[in-house]
């Protein structure tokens, strides 16, 4: 049992390198939405993951949905600008596109709400899914 223990012992350099360059690839992926992807070199995955976060980001703002603001609030002000902060980068593009203020009196507007945050949790779950898979638990 004693050896089992020193097997482990010996790899947790490697292991704390790995873990190190998961989060690495997470957190990147997080900030540009297919770039954990791109890490490592699944092209594809990286692309769509760009592409769709970025169409969805572009379409919810010129929809005119809400693009939540830190600040005080109630707690679904609070889920949305988490939800809308997940897309990384394209948040400010978002607060960017969305210059004459959201307009959700209109089922427009509402649709556009729900593609920005629709946006941010693809982008979060796509950041987790990299990580996973720079951990090796994933393909």
Known sequence: MS???MASNENLPADSKREAYALAVAVAG??????????????????????CVGLLVVVGARARGNVFRAGPGDAFDTLGYIADLGTGSFYLLARDIETDG???SHARGDYGTRFLATAGVLNLLAALHAYE????RKA
């Open 3 to 5: 050896e089992i223990k």
């Open 30 to 51: 997080w900030a540009v939405p297919g770039l954990g992807h791109a890490l490592q070199r699944m092209w594809g995955r990286a692309l769509t993951f760009f592409l």
């Open 102 to 104: 959201s307009d959700v």
């Open 133 to 136: 898979t720079a951990r090796g």
